[in-house]
């Protein structure tokens, strides 16, 4: 008799979301763990809020509640960068605790490709293989649906850019993309009718090449052809280190290795004991129009860094100013009735504030409050500016009247924090 309840762990990623969700959907009893349950209570979900890195959640007896006597596991989380400590704590204690409270089915959504990878991702997925060997370990090829996130939402990004089309190499590179709601499916059947521990690949029936993918994606949203812009690999490794340095989430030395290796599943072996057959990529593309929000979402994706990274160099310059001008380069202007000592005691200090944020915006060091914090800001230097020095909105430089359109841009950033 199949289980019906079922914890699905990294539940409010984007694999996670669609498989709690298709279990859901099927008349399981899901329980959807995540670091933050907030969305997924909103859309109807019983969740666990549970940090997988806290020493708490690495001892059994912190999932026994969650894991009655026939309950179900299925294990979709996972860190693409992190600490050494972080990647052991979420691919190693945390599940190997879950295991340990579990006595009924269990799944593993794992990743092709991690055999000869040489990331930390690879080597902790790995690890996390070794604690499944008795259970099924599914390891999906490239994974798009109607929504996206991280590296679909990358391709989409690519795919979006105005005059050329970048592929990493020569664009050749193979891939065989699987719906994540197809992939949900195969879940449910692997955990009726548990197939063995493989590892089992799973993707799509269509092999297309990275370069034909791109395409594909373009025309979807609705735009026409552009040339294909082949990066050479040092190149791209390149970007990829840049990336990963200013925390540009999927533009990463992983997603470039992963792009230059390709993504190819063999689903054969494990379709063969399963009834259901997942949809080819141009049926599940074809299937749904694209819409404005989603060429939006595109086209924003790339502008989310650069955003946050040009918000950086305005509160570092300002930080500067404000630590380093001489009082006689801002008093004389400032208009203000305050003593000279508390004009240029509020520079400096001023100067360190800005000079906080600029750096904590280059970290993405907690984006949302940080995102908070300098629309914050801003408003209390109009507001003070404005009541000491009210001359300043008429300056002909627009020393008070360039906060505005500063305003806005940082309500963009803190619109755009939220990725999922």
Known sequence: MAASKVLVLGADGFIGRHIAFALRAAGWDVTAQARRTGRLQAMGSHTLEADLANPACHEPAFWQPHLPSGAALVNAAGLLTGSETD???VHRAAPLAALAALDGPAILISAMGIDAATTPFAFWRRETEALFAAHTILRPGLVLADTSYGGSSLLRAFASLP??????GQGDQLFNPIHAADLADIVIDCLLDP??????????????SQAELAQALRGWLG????????????????????GEALRMGPVSATAVAQLQAGVLADPAPLLSRLSRRP????????????????LWQARLYLAKPLIRLVLAVLWIASAALGLLLSPQDFLPRSGTLLPETASIAL??????????????LLRDWRPRFIARTQ?????TYT????LLAPALWLDPFGALLKNLPILALMIVHLILVEER
């Open 383 to 386: 507001a003070g500016l404005t």
């Open 223 to 242: 735009l026409e052809p552009v040339p294909i812009l082949r990066l050479p690999l040092p190149l791209a490794r390149a970007l990829g280190r840049v």
């Open 347 to 360: 520079a400096r200090l001023g100067g360190l504030a800005d000079l906080a944020l600029g750096l904590a």
């Open 195 to 208: 197939p063995g521990a493989g590892p089992w690949g799973i993707g799509g029936p269509e092999t297309l």
């Open 163 to 168: 005059c050329r089309l970048p592929v990493v």
């Open 87 to 89: 990647f052991a704590a």
């Open 279 to 294: 949809r080819p990529f141009t049926g599940f593309l074809a299937a749904r129009p694209a819409g404005t929000q989603d």
């Open 375 to 379: 629309i914050a800001l801003v408003l």
